[in-house]
């Protein structure tokens, strides 16, 4: 069964940081992966979606990568701003989707 | 306005009562999905449906309920059989069943029973 892991479970950073935020998976049998935001209370936004073919997705200041091999993940955050404080969560696709517990971002002017 | 809406946003029932929460989705999407989220943990599939009158069992279906007679409407229902219903539900859509396939999400309902 796949798992879904999320290090660390909390960060906190000054305004004007790059980032990183890691998921790592089990099994590399997958047909995609999906980074979401999720907003106190709220619903999940997606991001980026990255197929099992290619090795990296980038949307404005976010840049997602894929190494299926060694089953690992990486969001990148450029410049992060107050704006970016959320909680993300990674979800992995191989027949049916595999959440993390999401990694909560904190972002202080 | 394109999207998946779920209501009531908060919803307050006693121990022992059945109740539904509500799903609909415009984006003529297939596939709908009914997830549960506690706290500190990732999302656990409920119910999902690939289409229209057919619906399959996730891994945390005991207590739940769903029914799917319309494409636009996937309505969860949370039995008194469900040990601890209290928890955050999302619903989601998909284009199609098949893989690759990108899940959007509606807004939640916050679900307390007391």
């Known amino acids: 069964k796949q798992e879904v892991t999320q290090i660390p479970a909390a960060l906190s950073v000054p305004e004007g940081e790059n980032l990183v935020l890691n998921c790592s998976f089990t099994?590399?049998?997958?047909?995609?992966l999906q980074w979401f935001r999720q907003d106190p209370g709220k619903g999940l936004t997606s991001l980026l979606l990255?197929?099992?073919?290619?090795r990296e997705q980038t949307s404005g200041r976010l840049n997602a990568s894929l190494d299926k091999s060694s089953g690992r993940s990486t969001l990148y955050i450029a410049a992060s701003q107050p704006g970016d404080s959320a909680t993300y969560l990674c979800?992995?696709?191989?027949?049916?989707?595999?959440f993390g517990a999401g990694t909560r971002l904190t972002v202080k002017p | 306005d394109g999207g998946i809406t779920q209501s009531p946003k908060y919803l307050f029932r006693k121990e022992g009562q059945n109740v539904t929460l509500s799903c609909e989705q415009n984006?003529?999407?297939?596939?709908m999905y009914w997830y549960r989220q506690d706290p500190g943990q990732g999302l656990r599939l409920i119910y999902y449906?690939?289409?229209?009158?057919?619906?399959q069992k996730g891994d945390i279906a005991e207590g739940y309920s769903v029914s799917r007679e319309k494409k636009e409407s996937f309505p969860l229902t949370v039995t008194s059989a469900q040990k601890n219903p209290t928890a955050f539900y999302l619903c989601?859509?998909?284009?199609?069943?098949?893989?690759?396939?990108?899940?959007?999400f509606g807004p939640g309902t916050r679900l307390t029973v007391t």
């Open positions: 989601a859509s998909s284009a199609t069943p098949q893989v690759p396939y990108e899940q959007y």
């Open positions: 099994d590399s049998a997958i047909y995609n």
């Open positions: 990255i197929q099992s073919s290619q």
């Open positions: 979800a992995v696709n191989n027949n049916d989707m595999r």
């Open positions: 984006l003529n999407h297939d596939a």
């Open positions: 449906s690939q289409i229209v009158n057919d619906f």
